[in-house]
């Protein structure tokens, strides 16, 4: 079965300095990738999605994220962080058979000034 | 308003107890999802739902059951609750249609005693 590994427990960044949280995955073929958040005491909304095609996709909030197929890897990226960017991000992978979301354990991010 | 919500946001419960965890949606999706999140584990499905009649269990059903009562309703029941329960659930929506996106309400933190 698919499935995704984030490395990082956790990270803390300066605001301002530039982010990238890991996510790699255990698929053989090219896998559909999505990346969520999970603000403190809210849900998890959807950031981004990478379906096939360019392997750069630009997201909300102003994260990308880039497929790398060499690596297994689908990286999140933010050149400068802000202080509202501090929550918890989950990587996630479908199963195309039953279109379940599997999840990775969460990388929890912490801003400080 | 909110396109998915959940209810009630925050319960106390004692061991034993029966619980029923509600979750209602406009987005007009067939497919819900409800998931357990627990620290360092990430999101873990329970059950989920493709219509009124296609309710099929994940990977951590035991103890709990699901109601679909229409196509925008999802309930999640504790039929005898435990302390090992407790979690923060999600009910999840999704469109189908192999865009696999899933949609997340705010969640519902459960505390068995």
């Known amino acids: 079965a698919q499935s995704v590994t984030q490395p990082d427990i956790h990270i803390t960044v300066s605001e301002g300095a530039s982010l990238e949280l890991r996510c790699n995955y255990s698929?053989?073929?090219?896998?559909?990738l999505f990346w969520y958040v999970q603000s403190p005491g809210q849900g998890l909304q959807l950031l981004l999605k990478y379906f096939s095609g360019d392997t750069l996709v630009q997201g909300i909030k102003g994260f990308e994220a880039e497929f790398k197929r060499s690596q297994s890897s689908f990286n999140l990226r933010k050149p400068s962080v802000h202080w509202s960017d501090a929550a918890e991000y989950f990587c996630a992978v479908p199963d195309f058979g039953n279109e379940k979301l599997t999840f990775g354990t969460g990388t929890r991010l912490t801003i400080i000034p | 308003d909110a396109d998915v919500t959940q209810t009630p946001r925050n319960r106390i419960t004692k061991t034993g107890k029966r619980i029923m965890l509600e979750c209602s949606q406009t987005k007009g999706h067939d497919r819900m999802y409800w998931y357990r999140q627990d620290p360092g584990l990430g999101l873990r499905l329970i059950y989920y739902s493709f219509d009124v009649k296609d309710i099929n269990k994940g990977e951590i059903s035991d103890g709990y059951s699901v109601s679909r009562q229409a196509q925008a309703k999802f309930s999640l029941s504790l039929e005898s609750a435990i302390p090992n329960q407790t979690a923060l659930y999600f009910c999840?929506?999704?469109?189908?249609?192999?865009?696999?996106?899933?949609?997340f309400g705010p969640g519902t933190r459960l505390t068995v005693t």
């Open positions: 999840a929506t999704s469109p189908g249609t192999r865009t696999y996106e899933q949609y």
């Open positions: 698929y053989g073929a090219t896998p559909y």
